[in-house]
């Protein structure tokens, strides 16, 4: 079958790829562009490690064909620091040492930073929900939680809200 020509925006830049019409768009991403954050976990959309997001969607790019971004705006973990400063996420993660082995984390940051953008104040219950879809093997979900409550305040001091 012959590559088809990808044309989408990924971290903010225009991207032009080649790609078979069935290779999924984790392997395009950390294969032919260099990125790792998103991780290869389970291959099944189970646990969460290859969340990107697609549109301002968490979607699984071990399963996402990559035909299916043409056109679209795909943002990865790399694509959230701005200037070398981290996202508000990605900051909440790291003042709550929210990670131990850190395979997972690339999925948690992922599906935090679109619940957020849904929901600015989410409480406790509304955080385990939006996060259920991603595993942690290490059991650091105390942690991912109180992580996703820091995010939420560092966005409100920050007046970013619902611009996550």
Sequence with gaps: MSPLSLSFTL?????MAGAD??????DLLRDELGLNG?????GMAQCG?????VDGKPARACVLR????????VVTLEGLAEGG???????????????Q?????NGMVISAVALLRANPRPGRDEIREGMRDNLCRCGTHQ??????????????EAGEGAHV
């Design 66 to 73: 990559a035909a299916r971004v043409e056109g679209r705006e």
């Design 21 to 26: 019409r069935h290779r999924v768009f984790l």
């Design 11 to 15: 971290n903010g830049q225009a991207v």
């Design 38 to 42: 998103p991780k290869y976990g389970c």
């Design 143 to 156: 942690e991912i939680i109180e992580a996703v409550e820091r995010a939420a305040e560092l966005l409100a």
């Design 101 to 105: 082995c850190g395979y997972c984390l």
């Design 85 to 99: 400063k981290l996202h508000p996420v990605q900051q909440a993660f790291v003042e709550k040492q929210a990670a």
């Design 49 to 53: 490690a290859c969340s990107v997001l």
